[in-house]
């Protein structure tokens, strides 16, 4: 009997897929593949226009795809969503929980909301998609697969970024235990729980990043936009989303829990997490002057 591994499109053909935060960046791309692989999508995003316009792309593309104007950070929102899906559209293969947002400055210069606002999306966000699509993923008794959009952030620390960094270790924590308890409650054989590592991928993720706000008046501004603009020189080089989506199905169907875009660069940054923790070594700045994320 051959065990060889399943091909994504094997895997994923005539499912549907549910992704959030799919009107631009790894989350279009997301959807962009999916739709390629012969899946049914179910396009969430609170920028209304923009999901609307990807949704009219693959429909021209002969694919199938509703679009939801949707804030992961509404639990309700979620729940409606889960329902309208399940009834209108039918079982749920793929869920991805990836809407996120970014944050620069210091930890002491950043707004209350800023940090309510990473919080509330990066984290709630996903913990709203788990309350409202698992449930109705185990009833369905067919075989489904969760993906949490954690990052490269989340096995390393970053200054200037404190918010977004802990949000993806939070996440990245969320999936390793939410795949524990599927296993423990014997739903493993149909659930596959798996985290998504990106490295640097295209997106308008640190455009749109909040900063320090007017409400500190000795607030380093400088330092937050400085971050920023490292962030953007990065994403000059960053990998294509549709490449990056190929990859994360790629070893999602291979059975991998850790799907990263660029397998050696992450690996590389997960090692170094290791190594700090194993010999107990605080985090240092390579060079006081400056912090270039791509070298850390």
């Not at 966000?125 to 989340?154: C, D, E, K, Q, T």
């Amino acid at each position: 009997m051959s065990t060889d591994p399943l091909s994504p499109r094997e895997v994923f053909n005539g499912g549907v897929a549910v992704i959030t935060g799919a009107a631009a960046g790894i989350g279009a791309g997301l959807a962009r593949h999916a739709h390629r692989l012969g899946m049914s999508l179910v396009l969430a995003d609170i920028d209304r226009d923009a999901v609307a316009a990807l949704r009219d792309e693959i429909i021209a593309g002969g694919g199938s795809a509703v679009d939801a104007a949707c804030d992961v950070r509404d639990q309700d929102a979620m729940a409606a969503l889960a329902e309208r899906v399940y009834r209108d559209v039918g079982p749920v293969r793929l869920l991805v929980n990836n809407a996120g947002v970014e944050q620069f400055g210091y930890l002491w210069d950043t707004p209350v909301a800023n940090w309510n606002r990473v919080m509330d999306i990066n984290v709630s966000g996903v913990f709203h998609g788990i309350r409202a699509f698992v449930p109705r993923m185990i009833a369905a008794g067919s075989p489904a697969w969760i993906w949490n959009l954690s990052s490269i952030g989340g096995v390393a620390a970053v200054p200037l970024q404190t918010p977004y960094i802990v949000s993806k270790h939070a996440v990245l924590a969320l999936t390793e235990c939410l795949r524990l308890e599927i296993q423990l409650a014997g739903h493993d054989e149909r659930i596959h729980v798996q985290a998504v590592l990106p490295g640097a991928v295209k997106s308008n993720i640190f455009e749109a990043a909040g900063g320090v706000g007017a409400d500190l008046a000795d607030a380093d501004v400088d330092a937050a936009d400085a971050q920023r603009d490292a962030m953007l020189a990065i994403k000059a080089d960053a990998m294509d989303p549709l490449e990056a989506a190929k990859e994360i199905f790629e070893q999602s169907a291979q059975g991998a829990f850790y799907l990263l875009t660029q397998p050696e660069y992450v690996r590389s940054a997960m090692a170094e997490r290791a190594e700090v923790l194993r010999t107990l070594i605080p985090p240092q700045l390579r060079d006081k002057r400056r912090f270039d994320p791509a070298e850390h």
